[in-house]
């Protein structure tokens, strides 16, 4: 299926992209969610940002009911809304405002593509060395002081927060 215009766009977008919603309406924003997150996107791990309001001198721009429609039309094709949603959890959308900027942002996190031929050995590597894709039990037991150290030293996502909570918790209360 061939895409054009804001849907090429957003379909095209590789990391954190910000795309301007002012003057969209339902209908308009119904077809662009649908030709959007229907079907996976090329590029795994992406995050489309809408911007959808803002304060009083970008108000006028934005339907004031843009916030519903968008929350709508995302669930329509299958996505959730949670809070503490990131790149590495595809699928879902979160709602941000940014206080400093005085905009209101709805971040989306797309599903993407399979490898075309098939899986891909290298990227199979890669998820098998991640330690956020281990559980917390499992990595307490299995790292070295050392890599523990280098583990808790990354700076990271709120899913690195928690996983890092997880087993600081389950380290010092000795439950396996």
């Known amino acids: 299926m061939e895409f054009s215009g804001l849907a090429k766009e957003v379909r ?4 954190i992209e910000q795309f301007d919603l002012g003057g969209y309406n339902q209908a308009k924003l119904d077809k662009l969610i649908k030709d959007c997150f229907s079907t996976p996107i090329r590029n795994k791990g992406c995050c489309a940002t809408f911007c959808i309001g803002g304060g009083k001198a970008t108000r ?3 339907d004031p009911m843009l916030q519903k429609y968008i929350t709508a039309s ?3 094709v299958g996505y959730e809304e949670d809070r503490g949603a990131s790149k590495e959890t595809p699928g879902k959308f979160k709602h941000q405002h940014d ?11 797309p599903h993407g593509e399979k490898d075309p031929g098939g899986s891909n050995d290298a990227d199979e590597e890669s998820e098998e060395e991640d330690p956020l894709a281990r559980d917390p039990d499992e990595l307490v037991q299995v790292l070295s002081l050392d890599d523990f150290k280098m583990f808790a030293a990354k700076k990271g996502t709120r899913a690195h927060y928690s996983y890092m909570s997880n087993m600081l918790t389950t380290y010092a209360c000795g439950c396996s």
């Not at 095209?12 to 990391?15: A, D, I, S």
């Not at 206080?99 to 996190?109: A, C, D, E, Q, S």
Request: with cysteine.
């Open 60 to 62: 006028q721009k934005y």
């Open 74 to 76: 995302l669930i329509s």
């Open 99 to 109: 206080t400093g900027k005085n905009l209101i942002f709805m971040h989306v996190f």
């Open 12 to 15: 095209e977008c590789e990391g």
